[in-house]
């Protein structure tokens, strides 16, 4: 795509919603990475019922270290997988007391050091908790990239290295949130709605979806 079809597929995105965030609900970044973590094969919707209910209870490492593993299980057993993230949920909070004084550290290296931690839920903290300008390549994130034209590649690195040297920096902050909210409500995995897509004239998608 040329430069100047990703400055106006951004631009547009913008103008759309000038302040995009993430649609887990968080008040400080501990709880934001319990959330990402929970999150993975998982909906965000699910995630936010189960959170809902739990920091009330226990929101810090501390208090979910308190809790226990079984007890934590109780309060996440409608997300998928909620044995093993209890598990990792809890080595996580042990870490970040024994390494980083219950903070959440603001390096990757640091963050991708802590049980259930990858590279994409490490990019969502730096991005969303602390402002910095990672782009973190979900499913949907991969899908526009690919289907667009935007930043084509068979792997998530490979997507994730190329959005990063094409997007502006004046777009890279709210980038991989504009991507995701397109890729969840407007251009989905099986039906994309391309009759109500802004950036429909800048795709490279072959497939188009016709109007109804």
């Not at 593993?69 to 044995?83: A, C, D, H, M, V």
């Not at 004239?201 to 979806?209: A, E, N, P, V």
Request: proline share 7%.
């Amino acid at each position: 795509m040329k430069r100047a079809d990703v400055i106006e597929l951004f631009s547009r995105l913008r103008e759309l919603d000038p302040h995009p965030t993430t649609e887990l609900n968080y008040s400080t970044p501990f709880e934001l990475l319990v959330a990402v973590v929970l999150s993975a094969q998982a909906t965000d919707v699910g995630v936010n019922k189960a959170t809902k209910k739990l920091y009330p209870v226990a929101n810090t490492p501390q208090a979910i270290l308190a809790l226990g593993e079984p007890e934590l299980k109780r309060y996440i057993s409608t997300i998928g997988l909620f044995n093993a993230k209890a598990k990792n949920v809890i080595a996580l909070c042990g870490l970040l007391l024994e390494q980083h004084a219950g903070e959440v550290p603001r390096s990757r290296e640091a963050l991708e050091a802590l049980p259930g931690v990858g590279r994409k839920t490490a990019n969502v903290v730096l991005n969303t908790a602390f402002g910095e300008p990672t782009i973190a390549v979900d499913t949907h994130i991969f899908r526009v990239a690919n289907r667009t034209g935007l930043a084509p590649g068979k792997d998530v690195r490979t997507v994730e290295d190329k959005l990063v040297k094409v997007i502006p920096a004046e777009f890279r902050q709210d980038a991989h949130h504009w991507l995701i909210l397109h890729g969840r409500y407007v251009c989905k995995a099986r039906k994309p709605d391309c009759p109500h897509c802004v950036i429909r004239d800048l795709c490279r998608y072959r497939d188009k979806t016709p109007a109804a």
